[in-house]
């Protein structure tokens, strides 16, 4: 995903410099960069006030028998990059697991210790059922009752992914668009974490988290619509920033878009795969599609995001909708449930999900994620 804001374009520039002058100091001590890639040359000695423990020290600079620095926690991308996440950038610590030998060298086999699912519950007029209790509720693994450890209902700040559509097509829609994502950002807990991403031919990062409105509207007033719609790689790649940067437990994923994906590299069951994890996002889609026969497989793609997430695919007559819509989204968000429960049968690979609530007299819906994958495995090199 790209970054294209006035933040990143200070950064590059200062790296940029900052390069140039680390380029100019290693040449001056050594012997040039061919012999550097060869190991023939000797680190720089070291000041008598430097550590030499340093983690911020490049290898070059490190004596030769210091043992290396402590490797900080990898996520892997859905593209199967491996990305290193900041210690204070980590999530609660949910997994244990055990090294197991194979093949390739030795393997982590990581467990899942609690699962935390975000709940919607409803009654059969549609209307929020927020008076439950723990008991009130049995969920379902692999087809087998759970116990739940916790089942808390309270407004907590969330970390939020907005996707918009970015094409051609896009472009008389983007006014009333802005207006009902800034509604909706004001309408949620004031302690939220947003990002905005932009994508038509790729996914553009044009406001990374903040909670800042003016910043947003700005991000969201950024027009180039042109090109084509690749949402599956927005989605991924959204789904990868929630997983590395975000601040809150809590995620979820808005996406508006007005057609069918015809630019991604990956797929459909990709971009599903890459938010199903224990801790992956809630997916709510808004699909201004027009003509429904012209557009069946866009909405059947928004469907089964929102779907396999504990999400809700919206599809409006109108761009007036889209506002009411949005407010919608901000109340759902702040009106659910999470259980969490430890699974009996912890193993590694995809759980199928049940919730079932029960209340006197009422017929309950209850809305969750599908399922997750529970494990995942680093050969160590």
Not at 5 to 11: D, E, F, I, S, Y
Not at 15 to 21: D, T
Not at 123 to 147: A, C, I, M, S, W
Request: neutral net charge; proline residues 6%; charged residues 25%.
């Amino acid at each position: 995903m790209h970054l294209r804001n006035k933040t990143a374009l200070r950064v590059v520039t200062f790296l940029l410099l900052v390069g140039s002058v680390f380029a100019w100091a290693q040449t001056q001590p050594r012997q040039g960069t061919a012999a550097a890639a060869s190991g023939s040359v000797q680190p720089t000695p070291l000041p008598s006030d430097v550590d030499p423990s340093d983690p911020a020290l490049p290898v070059w600079m490190k004596p030769a028998n210091l043992p290396p620095a402590p490797k900080t926690s990898t996520n892997t991308t859905p593209s199967g990059t491996t990305g290193n996440v900041p210690p204070n950038q980590q999530q609660p610590q949910q997994q244990t697991g055990q090294v197991t030998k194979g093949k390739e060298g030795f393997v982590f086999v990581a467990r899942v210790q609690n699962v935390t699912l975000p709940v919607t519950v409803m009654d059969d007029r549609h209307h929020l059922v927020t008076n439950l209790q723990k008991n009130d509720f049995v969920v379902y693994e692999d087809g087998q009752p759970q116990q739940i450890l916790e089942c808390r209902r309270e407004d907590i700040p969330v970390s939020i992914g907005i996707l918009v559509d970015n094409s051609g097509s896009m472009r008389e829609k983007r006014t009333a668009i802005t207006k009902a994502v800034v509604n909706l950002v004001r309408a949620s807990n004031p302690s939220d974490e947003v990002f905005v991403v932009n994508f038509n031919d790729e996914p553009y990062m044009d406001q990374d988290f903040t909670s800042n409105v003016s910043l947003m509207r700005e991000a969201l007033d950024r027009l180039d619509s042109r090109g084509g719609t690749a949402l599956y790689d927005a989605v991924i790649a959204s789904a990868d920033h929630l997983a590395k940067a975000a601040k809150r437990e809590k995620k979820v994923l808005l996406v508006v878009t007005d057609g069918e994906d015809n630019e991604s590299r990956e797929s459909l069951e990709q971009a599903i795969r890459s938010v199903q994890d224990e801790n992956g996002p809630t997916i709510y889609t808004i699909g201004i599609l027009g003509s429904e026969g012209k557009q069946r497989r866009a909405k059947r793609a928004l469907e089964a995001l929102s779907l396999q997430t504990g999400g809700v695919a919206f599809f409006p007559k109108n761009l007036e909708e889209v506002d009411e819509i949005s407010q919608q989204v901000a109340h759902d968000i702040r009106n659910q449930y999470n259980l969490v429960y430890k699974p009996s049968s912890p193993k590694e690979g995809y759980h199928s999900l049940k919730v079932v609530a029960k209340a006197s007299g009422r017929d309950l819906q209850v809305r969750t994620k599908s399922g997750y994958f529970s494990g995942q495995q680093q050969a160590a090199k």
